[in-house]
């Protein structure tokens, strides 16, 4: 037990003395989330809506397989992603391996199904006479799109959560994408790995306590908008 509590001591002065090595792996961290985040959001949320709005031919069968993809394993995920990025791989020549960008490509197929089926849940879930409400009234397609993704906001916000913390926690693609290469794709979760396995309990402490952190920040912010609605 000692060794835990002077080991949580240690990740606050780490914290406090702004320690290189654990910054570094908290900006690589918030870089690649955000990337992957604004791709899967940008994607998934008029994705997920055309699926739980519009009905069409093959529409059970294509949900059934965004449901499938939500179990998708993270390793799974970088293996694909990394045979695709390799030199010898159909993308190899944009240099992708070992980077954040390649990284945030994995955690975008990570998040895009989550995205995707919660948004459509939601959709699904949303009053139906709304649509005849405002087609009534002269709303265009446009304006049909905007006020219906307005009455599934919250669902939005729930699918987007759900997403961030798959993201934000994963470590297989994070690995096997980026390398874990120090001061470049090192991220909070492979850094954690890591210096646990090395016996840099502190560090390990430190880099979990931040990420305990920037997730609380996340959904105060979330809880705060949701009230101002």
């Known amino acids: 037990m000692e060794y835990i509590i002077a080991g949580f001591f240690q990740a606050i002065q780490l914290i406090i003395s702004g320690d290189n090595q654990t910054w570094s792996a908290v900006s690589a961290s918030i870089r690649v989330t955000t990337y992957s985040m604004m791709a ?41 992603v990394y045979a695709f990025l390799t030199r010898k791989g159909p993308l190899g020549e944009f240099g992708l391996l070992f980077t954040l960008s390649g990284i945030a490509i994995g955690q975008t197929i990570l998040a895009l199904p989550v995205v995707i089926a919660l948004c459509a849940t939601a959709v699904e879930a949303m009053d139906r006479n709304l649509r005849i409400t405002l087609i009534s009234l002269g709303a265009n397609r446009r304006q049909l799109f905007i006020t219906s993704l307005w009455e599934v906001r919250f669902g939005i916000i729930a699918a987007a959560l759900n997403a961030y913390g798959r993201v934000m926690t994963e470590v297989g693609i994070s690995m096997m994408v980026g390398g874990n290469i120090k001061w470049h794709t090192r991220t909070i979760t492979t850094a954690i790995a ?11 402490i430190a880099l979990g306590l931040i ?3 920037i997730s609380f920040i996340v959904n105060v912010s979330l809880s705060l908008l949701r009230k101002k609605n």
């Open 40 to 80: 899967s959001l940008l994607i998934g949320i008029p994705s997920g809506f055309i699926l739980g709005y519009f009905n069409f031919p093959g529409k059970r069968k294509l949900r059934l397989a965004v449901d499938t993809l939500l179990a998708l394993p993270t390793v799974f995920i970088g293996l694909v």
């Open 211 to 213: 990420l305990l952190l």
């Open 194 to 204: 890591l210096e646990t396995g090395k016996g840099m309990f502190a560090t390990g």
